[in-house]
Every structure is written in structure tokens, then in C-alpha cells.
């Protein structure tokens, strides 16, 4: 298998499983506060992940500082900050709305790699990126009624 079809796989699995916290969120957002939801997940996620490391006999090694700098960036923003701010929005909108709109997440993504680690977009990925897109946003209209 090509190092790209592996990283497509991947990516896809990754997704199903971000798909999935949409259901795991309109749950914990009805009982537990999101920030301690957020801690708890992480807080259930560490030993797990220990296990996982263990398994591959990876060892846990010391971050130069602006390595740690940014994984704790990195934390702040897309682990936690996500986290939170799915709870609270499927608790408001509903896990149908919030599901939509996570749909926009290919062309956020898409647009960060091409701002921050130049990237270059080709058609066919300009192509996906307006397409997934445009479906969020009319799913997003169907949901809410939008008279577009």
C-alpha cells in the first residue's frame, strides 16, 4: 500500500471517529459540565494511550521547548478548545446542525495547510474541498430552513 493510500485511509478512519464524538457529545453535554467532560476524556484517553505505546514499544521522550510549546498550543486550540466548543454547540443546535457544520472541517483543514504549511492545491483537491463545502452548507440550510 502507497504511503498516500495509507495516509487517505487513516485520515477517513479519523473521520468516522470525529463523526462519532458528535453522538458522544449531545450525551455528555445533556449531564456534564464540557470543560469537565473535556478533562474526563482525556483524563480516560492517557491510559489508554500508555497501553497503545507500550504495544509498538514506543518510549515517552522529552519535547525540545518549542516542541512542547506547541503541542500545549496545539491542546489549547484543536483538543480542548474543540472539545468544548463541540459540547456546548450540540447542546444548542442539536447533533443533527452539529454534524452539518463539522462538515465544513475538509475545507477549514484544507485552508490552514495551504496558509501555514504551503501547500499546494491541485484541481481535484480544490474540487473535494468545494464540494464538501457546498454540502455542508446546504445541509446546513436544510436543517435551519434557510430560504436559499
Wanted: hydrophobic residues 55%; positive net charge.
Amino acid at each position: 500500500m502507497s504511503e498516500s493510500l495509507k495516509g487517505q485511509l487513516l485520515c477517513s478512519l479519523a473521520m468516522v471517529l470525529v463523526g462519532s464524538t458528535v453522538v458522544a457529545s449531545r450525551v455528555i453535554g445533556e449531564q456534564i459540565e464540557p470543560f469537565l467532560a473535556t478533562a474526563l476524556r482525556y483524563a480516560a484517553a492517557l491510559p489508554l494511550l500508555l497501553l497503545v505505546m507500550r504495544w509498538r514499544g514506543e518510549r515517552l521522550h522529552r519535547p525540545s521547548w518549542r516542541d512542547a510549546f506547541l503541542l500545549v498550543l496545539q491542546a489549547a486550540a484543536g483538543s480542548v478548545g474543540y472539545t468544548v466548543l463541540l459540547i456546548e454547540g450540540v447542546a444548542s443546535a442539536g447533533a443533527a446542525q452539529a454534524a452539518v457544520l463539522t462538515g465544513t472541517l475538509p475545507a477549514v483543514c484544507a485552508v490552514f495547510a495551504v496558509l501555514f504549511l504551503r501547500e499546494r492545491l491541485d484541481l481535484r483537491l480544490l474540487a473535494a474541498i468545494g464540494l464538501a463545502t457546498a454540502g455542508a452548507l446546504r445541509g446546513r440550510c436544510r436543517l435551519w430552513r434557510c430560504p436559499h
